[in-house]
């Protein structure tokens, strides 16, 4: 981040999202093909929450590009089964519904293979349905292969720093699917970001900006599982759907990265044999977002045990380990999420100040270093605002705040020192 973009959005409390009107009636999104900074790219599209296409160039180095992919442009079969073999992956079952998604089992990933190779033979046809591998960690699987790199516009992943400190999960995985299969209507996790790279292959991505989904919702509150069923247009069932706009439809080529938003709900489709890679991501610039989603998801629990309120003295308590059940985070661990994203920032601060790098965690130097001390500082004040809203929340309040990690008013006060005593003292202030 350069100076100019930091003191753009330095003083930001809330982060100006302009109206997503422009994509109500468009089939166009900025296709970047030439060098864009990574301080266009954050005023452009991560501050304002809009999509882009980056072409095939900025995967042309890739080797899973060349390693995973015949001369022809297929997946190469015999390649992959070199690399994987017996390795347990998840596969999808795209012709089955389980509530608003497809199930999934696990089976070796030669067996995937064979299955999908049977499936081309039999004019991508099967009795076993149209299976989909998806979501799987390959890169925790095999942290060696190093297949692919993640692009400096995607590099502030506070989501993966997080999960990568705790060494427990993460939110990078590889899909491979033959044509035809599609994963149903959504948004993704904790309303983060998403970045897709197909490695080869073809896609199309239906796209509806944040609200739009709002009108999509049956008469019981649900959103659809396809949008492109026939259902979505008895007004019995879906009282609202004419009231949304029309998808924002993108063919996606290979070697293409398509940057999905935060909040945009989507549906997509593999209109090849297609493998790709993607990470969910959140940083500074959408972190509110995650946060509204948070109280929206505790308010819906809340809603769903109201009868028990009165009866049960810990029903705060059991709201969020409800939370953490169906969501996969609540708001402890949301808060030990912000600690340790601060702490990350402040000893990039501290070493900027001393010149001493050896502060700060090793397996994020390089990407710490070349975002630069701007971004740290934009960071920090993202986290403190964040902060400062939990400690307005009567839900947070009512958390024991000696079980957890962060202890707000401290971090707070904390960050601030920070960012007051290397005021001057390095690039950041400077003219």
């Known amino acids: 981040m350069d100076r100019d973009a930091y003191r753009n959005c330095c003083s930001l409390v809330k982060i100006p999202r302009p109206s997503y009107e422009q994509f109500w009636s468009s089939h166009f999104v900025d296709y970047i093909d030439k060098d864009l900074s990574y301080s266009k790219f954050f005023k452009k599209y991560l501050l304002p929450n809009h999509p882009c296409m980056f072409s095939r160039r900025f995967t042309e180095d890739w080797k899973c590009r060349k390693q995973w992919v015949s001369e022809e442009g297929k997946p190469n079969f015999q390649k992959l ?6 390795t ?7 012709n089955a519904k389980e509530y608003n998604a497809n199930p999934k089992q696990v089976m070796p990933f030669k067996e995937f293979i064979h299955y999908w190779k049977e499936y081309i033979k039999n004019g991508h046809s099967s009795p076993k349905g149209c299976l989909y591998l998806k979501d799987w960690h390959m890169a925790r699987d095999y942290p060696e292969h190093n297949v692919y790199s993640t692009p400096v516009f995607f590099s502030s992943d506070w989501l993966n720093e997080y999960w990568d400190t705790l060494e427990v999960d993460d939110y990078r995985f ?6 035809g299969s599609w994963t149903p209507f959504h948004a993704d996790v904790f309303r983060s970001y998403s970045w897709s790279a197909n490695i080869c292959g073809r896609k199309k991505w239906l796209l509806y900006p944040p609200g739009q989904e709002e009108f999509l919702r049956d008469t019981h509150g649900n959103l659809p599982y396809d949008v492109t069923s026939a259902e979505l247009r008895d007004r019995s069932l879906f009282p609202r759907s004419e009231e949304a706009c029309q998808p924002l439809e993108i063919i996606q080529e290979a070697g293409e990265i398509i940057f999905v938003p935060s909040g945009w709900h989507h549906q997509v489709y593999n209109l090849e044999d297609t493998i790709s890679i993607n990470h969910n991501w959140l940083n500074g610039c959408n972190v509110d977002i995650m946060w509204q989603f948070l109280q929206s998801e505790l308010s819906s629990v809340q809603k769903e045990i109201d009868e028990w309120r009165n009866t049960m003295d810990s029903w705060h308590q059991h709201c969020q380990v409800i ?14 999420f912000l600690k340790i994203l601060a702490e990350h920032r402040m000893s990039v601060l501290n070493a900027c100040s001393s010149g001493n790098s050896s502060d700060y965690p090793r397996h994020l130097s390089e990407t710490l270093t070349t ?3 701007y971004h740290a500082a934009f960071d920090l004040q993202r986290v403190a605002h964040i902060i400062e809203c939990l400690l307005c929340d009567e839900d947070f309040k009512r958390l024991d705040h000696s079980t957890l990690t962060l202890q707000p008013e401290t971090m707070l006060q904390q960050i601030r020192d920070t960012i007051q005593s290397t005021r001057g003292q390095h690039l950041l202030y400077q003219e």
């Open 81 to 86: 089964l070199q690399e994987f073999d017996e």
């Open 88 to 94: 347990p992956v998840p596969v999808a079952n795209c």
């Open 174 to 179: 590889v899909y491979m699917g033959p044509k």
């Open 323 to 336: 939370m953490k059940a169906c969501s996969g985070i609540n708001y402890a661990e949301f808060a030990s």
């Open 371 to 373: 975002l630069g001390p």
